[in-house]
């Protein structure tokens, strides 16, 4: 490691300052250590575009200066990074002076930080609720563009706030950024000249395409979606930028107008609403709320759907709504005190590579994986990360002794995302691959890609021990409690050689193993018996087909509805179900046509495992509605009427309410169809009722 500072950590891996030296001569010393690692950082970041710290890191040394300089402001020196927005312009591009400063955002890192910034808000608004506009944080590049008579006539980096860089030619070549304005239906009239300020970003698909097409042409992969969207701008070559996929949304204003006055919007959401309206892309997630308690549950629910964005975001920037407001609050050194960018816990931390080995896995593919020096990542302490295989540990030239940044993204297994090797020392080992399997000593022979390793014996034991984890998996059969050592113990000891035989395990069997208590055992049975009506699409999941995912064993479920009637599906039918390729309806077909799966899947059946079929899926006219009913019907009795309304997903309810969609009236209904006429609540007579079931059915 590098002289990383020592920092204490809140939540989910993000630092704040220790307590800052005592001493002004300690203080000096420390701040001139954090100034030189910051501006190390932002000379790697943004003139070299290959950054050695994540940026959490870098925020907490910031931070830390900033605590420093706020006990010892005599430290707080005109060079000092917090004194200035990060990002000096580079000088290959003509500079431009932004009319009005392009201000940077303060940071919380937690709900108390949160909580500090709207007591701030209100402490100069008053005690009434503050509307705020909540708007994803993109993680990409500020800009900023210059109409004159609705027509682009510039557009420039945001560079250090005062200064930034000429990237017009670039700017011009990004698809959604409007050339000309169109002219407004509503609200004031396009100014002689305004500045639109905005996010450029990639989107993480089109990301994943631009490194495809790297890989395709021997070029090196690009890190992250973020620096290669400020490098692709950042090109001398507009050319260049034309072919890079670059996305932009607009979210606030410069100057309005000769003087540089400010935009005629008594709200934020209004601006937003004028941008769109003039032909700008707009984020649609932003949202306006009210309160602490509404900037809260907005966080909640960005933080909900992060990996769901088309896009990556590393947080949530709450703004004030109103403008008037927002002068009456200013701003802070280079931050207005109207807004502040709520982070989300980071996804990407550094750490060392410690040891590389291989692992077995079901289809008996040797997996490099790099076991790392464990370290908080998106809420996880993560010691494992996967090379995937020896294409890729060659390609990330990922050695044991390296710094690495290790990227978890939600569910996703970590990742070593890069190598930094700008802190490598030279004791740096390149790891050798086994040409026998660890496991079962079998010959391990490599594909003629170089892209999967993988292990000659027929009776691999950690095949089968990989098999069976991957059976008893959560999207599998979920069956609690088979970790690592219980699964290696029953396949060493000989009791289990294939899935069905785990369901005949019994107490004393269990408690006969190493290490296994009677407690231990019985919830081991209890997880077992449990498991046995798992739904169809998870069986099938558990399997382990080689391709079937989640996805694949949710069309096949919904297609075939029974595990036997895959038996007979050959690939031409196969490829009926949605999303099924003939590479893969070969490789299911197979499966099903070998005799000893088959025999596998029978063991399963006979020993009480019950795929359950689909649900039938709640799309009808009653899915989800609250229905009550009513009278004498001819056909069906009251209880059948209901079951038949609730397998099509609706409710049956006792009294008629606003929220009853239907009353279903049949011979003498009485009061409650008087009172449904009067709420204005849909009535159905027994025929329209019979002809909604069998729509439905
Ligand atoms: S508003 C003073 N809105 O975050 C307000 N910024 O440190 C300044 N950013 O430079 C910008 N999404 O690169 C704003 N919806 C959003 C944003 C956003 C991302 C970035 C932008 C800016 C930085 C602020």
Same mark, same amino acid.
């Given at each position: 490691m590098t002289d990383l500072p020592s920092v204490k950590k809140t939540w989910s891996g993000v630092r704040t300052p220790r307590p800052s030296p005592v001493d002004a001569d300690t203080a000096r010393v420390r701040a001139e250590q954090l100034k030189a690692q910051i501006a190390r950082a932002d000379h790697r970041y943004y003139v070299l575009d290959d950054p050695e710290l994540t940026d959490a890191e870098y925020d907490a040394l910031v931070r830390q200066l900033q605590a420093v300089e706020a006990e010892f402001p005599a430290l707080r020196t005109p060079d000092s990074p917090t004194a200035r927005v990060a990002g000096a312009p580079s000088e290959r591009f003509r500079p431009v002076t932004h009319r009005v400063p392009m201000l940077s955002l303060s940071n919380a890192f937690s709900d108390e930080e949160l909580a500090e910034f709207d007591s701030r808000v209100h402490r100069v608004l008053g005690p009434e609720d503050v509307p705020y506009v909540c708007e994803p944080k993109l993680d990409g590049l500020a800009v900023e563009l210059v109409y004159v008579h609705g027509q682009l006539v510039e557009g420039a980096t945001r560079g250090d706030g005062s200064v930034g860089e000429d990237v017009t030619a670039n700017l011009r070549t990004i698809r959604v950024v409007p050339l000309a304005l169109?002219?407004?239906?509503?609200?004031?009239?396009?100014?002689?000249?305004?500045?639109?300020?905005?996010?450029?970003?990639?989107?993480?698909?089109?990301?994943?395409?631009?490194?495809?097409?790297?890989?395709?042409?021997?070029?090196?992969?690009?890190?992250?979606?973020?620096?290669?969207?400020?490098?692709?701008?950042?090109?001398?070559?507009?050319?260049?930028?034309?072919?890079?996929?670059?996305?932009?949304?607009?979210?606030?204003?410069?100057?309005?107008?000769e003087e540089a006055g400010t935009a005629p919007f008594p709200r934020h959401a209004e601006k937003l609403a004028w941008l769109e309206a003039v032909g700008f892309p707009v984020n649609p997630e932003n949202r306006t709320v009210i309160g602490l308690e509404g900037v809260r549950k907005s966080y909640d629910a960005f933080l909900a759907r992060r990996h769901a964005l088309a896009y990556e975001v590393d947080g949530m920037v709450v703004k004030v709504d109103g403008e008037d407001a927002r002068r009456r609050?200013?701003?802070?050194?280079?931050?207005?005190?109207?807004?502040?960018?709520?982070?989300?816990?980071?996804?990407?931390?550094?750490?060392?590579?410690?040891?590389?080995?291989?692992?077995?896995?079901?289809?008996?593919?040797?997996?490099?994986?790099?076991? *790392? @020096?464990?370290?908080?990542?998106? $809420?996880?302490?993560?010691?494992?990360?996967? +090379?995937?295989?020896?294409?890729?540990? %060659? !390609?990330?030239?990922v050695r044991v002794g390296d710094q690495v940044f290790v990227r978890r993204a939600g569910d996703v297994i970590p990742e070593i995302v890069k190598v930094i090797d700008s802190v490598r020392t030279g004791t740096e080992k390149e790891y050798a691959f086994p040409d026998h399997c660890p496991v079962c000593g079998a010959a391990a022979v490599m594909d003629e890609d170089g892209a999967i390793l993988r292990c000659t014996g027929l009776d691999c034991p950690a095949q089968l021990q990989a098999r069976l984890q991957h059976f008893a998996s959560r999207g599998g059969m979920d069956?609690?409690?088979?970790?690592?050592?219980?699964?290696?113990?029953?396949?060493?000891?000989?009791?289990?050689?294939?899935?069905?035989?785990?369901?005949?395990?019994?107490?004393?069997? *269990? @408690?006969?193993?190493?290490?296994? $208590?009677?407690?231990?055992?019985?919830?081991? +049975?209890?997880?077992?018996?449990?498991? %046995? !009506?798992?739904?169809?699409?998870?069986?099938?999941?558990?399997?382990?087909?080689?391709?079937?995912?989640?996805?694949?064993?949710?069309?096949?479920?919904?297609?075939?509805?029974?595990?036997?009637?895959?038996?007979?599906?050959?690939?031409?039918?196969?490829?009926?179900?949605?999303?099924?390729?003939?590479?893969m309806a070969k490789v299911m077909a197979g499966f099903f046509s070998e005799p000893q799966n088959r025999e596998g899947i029978e063991a399963l059946l006979a020993a009480g495992v019950g795929p359950q079929p689909p649900e039938d899926t709640w799309r009808g006219p009653f899915a989800g509605k609250t229905v009550v009913l009513t009278g004498t019907l001819a056909a069906l009795t009251r209880d059948q009427a209901k079951e038949e309304v609730e397998r099509r997903g609706g409710k049956v309810s006792g009294s008629v309410s606003r929220k009853t969609d239907f009353v279903v009236a049949g011979e003498d209904s009485g009061s409650k169809l008087k009172k449904a006429a009067e709420l204005g609540v849909k009535v159905l007579d027994e025929r329209a009722f019979l002809d909604l079931l069998a729509a439905a059915s």
């Amino acid at each position: 490691m590098t002289d990383l500072p020592s920092v204490k950590k809140t939540w989910s891996g993000v630092r704040t300052p220790r307590p800052s030296p005592v001493d002004a001569d300690t203080a000096r010393v420390r701040a001139e250590q954090l100034k030189a690692q910051i501006a190390r950082a932002d000379h790697r970041y943004y003139v070299l575009d290959d950054p050695e710290l994540t940026d959490a890191e870098y925020d907490a040394l910031v931070r830390q200066l900033q605590a420093v300089e706020a006990e010892f402001p005599a430290l707080r020196t005109p060079d000092s990074p917090t004194a200035r927005v990060a990002g000096a312009p580079s000088e290959r591009f003509r500079p431009v002076t932004h009319r009005v400063p392009m201000l940077s955002l303060s940071n919380a890192f937690s709900d108390e930080e949160l909580a500090e910034f709207d007591s701030r808000v209100h402490r100069v608004l008053g005690p009434e609720d503050v509307p705020y506009v909540c708007e994803p944080k993109l993680d990409g590049l500020a800009v900023e563009l210059v109409y004159v008579h609705g027509q682009l006539v510039e557009g420039a980096t945001r560079g250090d706030g005062s200064v930034g860089e000429d990237v017009t030619a670039n700017l011009r070549t990004i698809r959604v950024v409007p050339l000309a304005l169109r002219r407004p239906e509503k609200g004031p009239a396009i100014p002689s000249r305004v500045e639109v300020r905005g996010e450029v970003f990639l989107r993480r698909a089109d990301f994943a395409r631009l490194n495809a097409r790297r890989e395709q042409e021997g070029e090196p992969l690009y890190v992250n979606p973020r620096n290669t969207a400020a490098g692709s701008l950042r090109q001398l070559d507009p050319a260049i930028t034309a072919s890079r996929p670059l996305s932009f949304f607009a979210y606030e204003m410069g100057g309005w107008g000769e003087e540089a006055g400010t935009a005629p919007f008594p709200r934020h959401a209004e601006k937003l609403a004028w941008l769109e309206a003039v032909g700008f892309p707009v984020n649609p997630e932003n949202r306006t709320v009210i309160g602490l308690e509404g900037v809260r549950k907005s966080y909640d629910a960005f933080l909900a759907r992060r990996h769901a964005l088309a896009y990556e975001v590393d947080g949530m920037v709450v703004k004030v709504d109103g403008e008037d407001a927002r002068r009456r609050l200013g701003q802070v050194s280079k931050s207005p005190r109207w807004a502040i960018a709520y982070k989300f816990p980071p996804e990407e931390a550094r750490t060392k590579v410690e040891a590389i080995e291989v692992n077995v896995g079901r289809t008996g593919a040797l997996t490099p994986v790099a076991f *790392l @020096t464990p370290v908080q990542v998106g $809420g996880v302490t993560v010691s494992r990360a996967t +090379l995937h295989n020896p294409l890729e540990l %060659k !390609r990330k030239d990922v050695r044991v002794g390296d710094q690495v940044f290790v990227r978890r993204a939600g569910d996703v297994i970590p990742e070593i995302v890069k190598v930094i090797d700008s802190v490598r020392t030279g004791t740096e080992k390149e790891y050798a691959f086994p040409d026998h399997c660890p496991v079962c000593g079998a010959a391990a022979v490599m594909d003629e890609d170089g892209a999967i390793l993988r292990c000659t014996g027929l009776d691999c034991p950690a095949q089968l021990q990989a098999r069976l984890q991957h059976f008893a998996s959560r999207g599998g059969m979920d069956i609690e409690g088979l970790g690592d050592k219980l699964a290696a113990q029953l396949v060493d000891s000989g009791l289990v050689k294939r899935a069905a035989d785990l369901y005949r395990l019994d107490l004393p069997t *269990l @408690t006969g193993l190493e290490r296994m $208590g009677e407690k231990s055992a019985q919830n081991f +049975l209890d997880a077992l018996e449990r498991s %046995k !009506r798992p739904p169809l699409r998870r069986f099938l999941y558990a399997l382990g087909i080689r391709h079937v995912g989640d996805a694949t064993a949710r069309a096949l479920a919904d297609h075939f509805r029974d595990v036997r009637a895959l038996y007979d599906a050959d690939a031409e039918a196969l490829t009926r179900v949605k999303d099924v390729g003939p590479e893969m309806a070969k490789v299911m077909a197979g499966f099903f046509s070998e005799p000893q799966n088959r025999e596998g899947i029978e063991a399963l059946l006979a020993a009480g495992v019950g795929p359950q079929p689909p649900e039938d899926t709640w799309r009808g006219p009653f899915a989800g509605k609250t229905v009550v009913l009513t009278g004498t019907l001819a056909a069906l009795t009251r209880d059948q009427a209901k079951e038949e309304v609730e397998r099509r997903g609706g409710k049956v309810s006792g009294s008629v309410s606003r929220k009853t969609d239907f009353v279903v009236a049949g011979e003498d209904s009485g009061s409650k169809l008087k009172k449904a006429a009067e709420l204005g609540v849909k009535v159905l007579d027994e025929r329209a009722f019979l002809d909604l079931l069998a729509a439905a059915s």
